[in-house]
């Protein structure tokens, strides 16, 4: 991936630009993880880079970058800049383009998000971030208040580096996340929800956790639920704890989800009926959940008699011209019945038995 990134930022130094991998992939390379997308800087305009490159797009909320796709990577360049001001708290609304590598990177929030690689595959680093990145420190560039002055998501971020990096916080980013978290109150759901799934999948899922409560950060996120949540890897599950689908963003499939999920944290997950009902997976993360064996409930589910209505051994037809009935609402109740039936073994799953037992039970209802 980095020949690749070289290859991009050699386009465009041939072109008479300065250019420079920095951010994220930088320091995920130095510290030999792996990355995704790769960032460029460079003195190259938005429309001088569309010169440059096919397949490119500029997004529509990021002031002077350009999105580029190629050898299968996509690489977001952003042409050097200064944030003159922000609003809301969040969004560069004034910038200026300049020619200075230094004075952009001096706009970036943390000093191990400021290391770069030029062309030539050598690291430059002016503020610090190496030496950050060996005392496994989150560090702001400058003054972490005013860092998270211009741009609150700042805070989550800190937390969600020091969680998934497993990282210290620097005790100047501590005081000020104190001092500012009331900021988060006022950013948009989907952004802190983009942060906090990233502190919920981690390997150190638990700490992120623990720092969230530890900053009171429960409180302008509103989480307060938050304590709650335990024993589980599951970012669903998390968030069925806390249940905040009223105002945090969520597909309808994963309110359907979380939804049940609630439901069968009151019931016993082992239970034929609650795993016919609901599942294995929102069974097994429930389970998880209350400490229960999730091996077992994997056991309990495949030990199932039927798994869906339509292993039943009898049809809505054959039921019909049992009880000489046209469709209706009854069909329901007794699809119910034998399913119940036949979960706890009461019934055996043959049309003969289930259709003498319901004849038996219902050829007497009006």
């Not at 970058?65 to 969040?90: A, L, N, P």
């Not at 043959?350 to 319901?358: P, T």
């Amino acid at each position: 991936m980095l020949d690749n990134a070289l290859k991009l930022i050699k386009e465009l130094t041939q072109h008479n630009y300065k250019a420079y991998i920095v951010g994220g992939f930088v320091r995920d390379y130095l510290l030999g993880r792996e990355s995704q997308d790769v960032d460029v800087t460079t003195n190259a305009t938005p429309m001088e880079i569309q010169e440059i490159f096919q397949n490119c797009f500029l997004p529509t909320e990021d002031y002077g970058s350009v999105i580029v796709k190629k050898y299968g990577i996509r690489f977001e360049i952003t042409t050097f800049r200064k944030e003159i001001s922000y609003q809301d708290h969040r969004k560069p609304v004034e910038i200026q383009y300049i020619d200075d590598l230094y004075q952009d990177l001096l706009r970036r929030d943390f000093t191990i998000n400021t290391i770069c690689i030029d062309e030539n595959g050598e690291v430059i680093d002016f503020l610090g971030g190496r030496d950050d990145l060996d005392r496994k420190l989150i560090r702001t560039v400058g003054d972490a208040s005013l860092r998270f002055e211009e741009d609150a998501l700042r805070i989550l971020r800190a937390v969600r580096f020091a969680t998934v990096l497993d990282f210290q916080l620097d005790q100047d980013v501590s005081d000020a996340i104190r001092e500012k978290s009331y900021l988060l109150k006022d950013l948009s759901y989907y952004r802190k929800k983009e942060e906090l799934d990233k502190i919920f999948v981690s390997g150190y899922a638990p700490r992120g956790i623990q720092m969230l409560l530890d900053f009171h950060l429960d409180k302008p996120l509103e989480l307060e639920h938050l304590s709650d949540v335990k024993n589980t890897d599951s970012l669903i599950g998390i968030w069925s704890i806390l249940n905040v689908e009223e105002y945090y963003p969520f597909s309808n499939n994963e309110k359907e989800l979380m939804k049940n999920i609630r439901i069968v944290m009151d019931l016993n997950n082992y239970d034929p009926m609650a795993l016919y009902q609901y599942g294995l997976y929102v069974n097994s993360v429930a389970g998880e959940m209350k400490g229960l064996d999730k091996k077992k409930i994997t056991e309990s589910y495949h030990s199932l008699v039927i798994h869906r209505r339509s292993d039943l051994a009898i049809s809505s037809e054959d039921i019909m011209s049992c009880l000489h009935k046209e469709p209706g609402e009854y069909l329901s109740d007794v699809y119910k019945d034998i399913e119940r039936e036949v979960l706890y073994h009461r019934l055996k799953n043959e049309k003969d038995v289930l259709l003498k037992y319901i004849k038996e039970k219902y050829a007497s209802v009006g």
